[in-house]
């Protein structure tokens, strides 16, 4: 099984900050990497897909970026409205059977 | 839009089965272009993803509960149905319902999620 290591835990920022959140991927996944939000209670919600493709209506201060094992997840500008949690997803095909991991999550909370 | 929507019985004693259903209105569970999939999230913790099924009937599941699963289609109703077998407290979890594109590897949109509590 691929494991995804998601860094860090939680973070705290203020407004307008820039805010980086990392996974790591036990083997290369090429661009296999969706990222999410979750607000409390709430479903998650599909930010980022195939790495650094913005989801249509997903504002662009979220971007991605990466391949292989390593990927980032940026908010350029924190805003109040981002306090959630961010999870990556991975996709792998081997062998020849379908599965889909996730990061543990990044708590991001306002200073 | 597709909108996706789970619906159980509720609580559930370890040992039984958990049978919840995910209704899905703005789109056919019949299209090729998608998987139907399950998702649980561990009260406080991180996403596990259960499987998925294909318009033809295909299934997929997690290894870790395969022995467990059954997942299947009621196109008359356009829904779709997750059964997992000898439940305990570990199962215990928000469910969600998600659609996967055909082809690609991402959930969108995802159903807003039932808590099911297994206990006796």
């Known amino acids: 099984d691929i494991q995804m290591t998601q860094s860090p835990s939680s973070l705290s920022a203020s407004v307008g900050d820039r805010v980086t959140i990392t996974c790591q991927a036990s083997?290369?996944?090429?661009?296999?990497l969706n990222w999410y939000q979750q607000k409390p209670g709430k479903a998650p919600k599909l930010l980022i897909y195939?790495?650094?493709n913005l989801e249509t209506g997903v504002p662009s201060r979220f971007s991605g970026s990466g391949s292989g094992t390593e990927f980032t997840f940026t908010i350029i500008s924190l805003q109040p409205e981002d306090i959630a949690t961010y999870f990556c997803?991975?996709?792998?095909?081997?062998?020849?059977?379908?599965?889909?991991?996730f990061g543990q999550g990044t708590k991001v909370e306002i200073k | 839009q597709v909108q996706l929507q789970e619906s159980g019985p509720g609580p559930v004693k370890p040992s039984q089965t958990l049978s919840l259903t995910c209704t899905v209105s703005g789109g056919s569970i019949s299209s090729a272009a998608y998987y139907w999939s399950w998702i649980r999230q561990h009260p406080g913790k991180g996403l596990e993803w259960i499987g998925y099924i294909y318009y033809t009937g295909s299934t997929y599941s997690n290894p870790s509960l395969k022995s467990r699963v059954t997942i299947s289609l009621d196109t008359s109703k356009n829904q779709f149905s997750l059964k997992l077998r000898s439940v305990t407290a570990a199962d215990t979890a928000v469910y969600y319902c998600?659609?996967?594109?055909?082809?690609?590897?991402?959930?969108?949109?995802w159903g807003q999620g039932t808590l099911v509590t297994v206990s006796s």
């Open positions: 998600a659609r996967v594109p055909y082809g690609d590897n991402w959930f969108d949109p």
């Open positions: 083997q290369d996944i090429s661009n296999y």
């Open positions: 997803q991975q996709y792998d095909n081997f062998p020849r059977t379908p599965g889909y991991t």
């Open positions: 195939d790495a650094s």
